[in-house]
């Protein structure tokens, strides 16, 4: 596609629940990272895939925290049994080439309650 | 470790004012510096970058020199216009992670006619 594509654009869980957000890179893209935004904050580093190798996951937040990308292309970003602390956007990246930068998507915002 | 500290917001202005919002970094060793930006209910843009000490990154009528002897990275335009209004992240990428992205926490800048 023309962009990267995130779905659900919205999500409301509850506290317990488990989601599953869904990141569709820009065809071709071999890097692929996944960020959290609390409201106020910037984006914080959580995963980074290149083609299906999840090459760095240290800033997952938890082990309830768990992400994949089996084919290289599209991710999916799971959390289980959800907390209120985890309300925040989470956005999808992806890059053919790391030195010019890569497109982000609009991100899934997550609420809890 | 590596840190981003952006001047807080919200910044309003009024139509064709000079803008500045400042930015330094922390690094170990020798960052790429990016300012992005995030329009209302879009995803982040990449504005500008710049790789290497003394560079500048422009786009748009936007502006900023990587400078080292400061680790500042601020971000410029002579004259804003209403539609500049978003909010605006600085972010580093340190050469020895996999390209993740450290930001800022954002300063929201809005443009009155």
């Known amino acids: 596609g023309a962009g990267v594509s995130q779905s659900p654009r919205y999500k409301v869980a509850k506290r317990g629940q488990d989601v599953a957000l869904r990141c569709d890179p820009i065809s071709g893209h071999v890097s692929l990272f996944w960020y959290q935004q609390a409201l106020g904050q910037g984006p914080e580093f959580l995963t980074y895939?290149?083609?299906?190798?999840?090459?760095?996951k240290s800033g997952l937040p938890s082990d309830r925290f768990f992400a994949e990308r089996p084919e290289g292309s599209v991710s999916t970003l799971k959390i289980q049994r959800t907390q209120q602390e985890d309300s925040a956007v989470y956005l999808c990246?992806?890059?053919?080439?790391?030195?010019?930068?890569?497109?982000f998507g609009s991100g899934t915002r997550l609420t809890v309650v | 470790g590596d840190s981003v500290t952006q001047m807080e917001g919200p910044v309003t202005l009024s139509e064709e004012a000079f803008l500045t919002i400042n930015c330094t970094y922390t690094?170990?060793?020798?960052?790429?510096l990016f300012w992005y930006v995030q329009y209302p209910g879009e995803g982040l843009q990449l504005l500008l970058k710049a790789t290497k000490a003394d560079d500048k990154g422009s786009n748009k009528g936007f502006e900023a020199t990587y400078r080292k002897e400061t680790t500042s990275f601020h971000l410029e335009k002579g004259s804003v216009q209403v539609s500049d209004s978003a909010v605006y992240f600085c972010?580093?990428?340190?050469?020895?992670?996999?390209?993740?992205?450290?930001f800022g926490k954002g300063t929201k800048l809005s443009v009155k006619p």
């Open positions: 972010a580093l990428s340190d050469p020895g992670s996999q390209g993740n992205l450290i």
């Open positions: 690094a170990t060793g020798y960052p790429s």
């Open positions: 895939f290149q083609n299906e190798a999840q090459l760095d």
């Open positions: 990246a992806s890059s053919l080439d790391l030195t010019y930068g890569y497109t």
